[in-house]
């Protein structure tokens, strides 16, 4: 006996309708399930950034490239397997299905957008945002540092040329002073340009001759 189409086709949806739950359930697992750090990651100047993609499944390798609008996106890592890598200020970690993206000083030139290719089971795409503001430091000042021992005797005499000339200049004054005081003074006589002052009493004055 022949067995009319639609009464074959109401058996085979039902059948399918059956088997859907356990289907769906069974490619749960296969799915990545892509999840990234929500929002924008917003540090100071030279602090420490962190931004992370997971997914359910082991990942076999990870591509992260900051985005600059109108241009190609350049790669900061590139096809990175699981490990540790290190470049450009930055720091990846790619563990199972776990990729973490640090810098330990975030600099200006780190903010923007970036891309995360993650490739597990399929090949899936996430961005994460890094604001980067002051009033953080980009560069460490130099140490202040005294003077040398070269320089600090240069300084001494600089300085003590000066103060003998005023020394001198001051005795000079001081000595035509006492000259001129000499002169002037009472019961003294001038013996000549090879002959000295003698300041005696009046009763023993006498000249006193220098021999040359």
């Not at 000339?165 to 000259?179: D, E, H, K, P, Q």
Request: hydrophobic letters at 40%; glycine letters at 10%.
């Amino acid at each position: 006996m022949l067995t009319s189409a639609p009464s074959l086709l109401v058996p085979t949806v039902l059948w399918a309708l059956l088997l859907m739950p356990t289907f769906l359930s069974t490619q749960k697992g296969r799915w990545d399930n892509l999840t990234c750090t929500e929002g924008v990651v917003s540090v100071s100047r030279g602090e420490r950034a962190v931004m992370a993609c997971n997914i359910s499944n082991p990942l076999s390798n990870v591509t992260i490239c900051l985005i600059v609008p109108g241009k190609d996106c350049p790669p900061i890592f590139q096809n990175m397997a699981p490990g540790h890598f290190s470049q450009d200020g930055w720091q990846l970690w790619v563990h199972g299905g776990m990729a973490q993206l640090v810098t330990e000083k975030a600099q200006d030139t780190q903010a923007g957008r970036y891309r995360w290719l993650m490739d597990g089971r399929q090949k899936t795409y996430g961005t994460t945002t890094l604001n980067v503001s002051g009033p953080g430091t980009l560069y460490a000042r130099p140490e202040a540092q005294g003077p040398s021992q070269s320089q600090v005797h240069v300084t001494l005499v600089l300085g003590l040329v000066p103060a003998l000339s005023i020394l001198g200049l001051c005795g000079m004054l001081f000595w035509a002073g006492r000259s001129d005081t000499v002169a002037t003074a009472p019961g003294a006589s001038y013996c000549g340009a090879t002959e000295i002052w003698s300041i005696l009493p009046e009763t023993e004055q006498k000249c006193c001759h220098v021999q040359s």
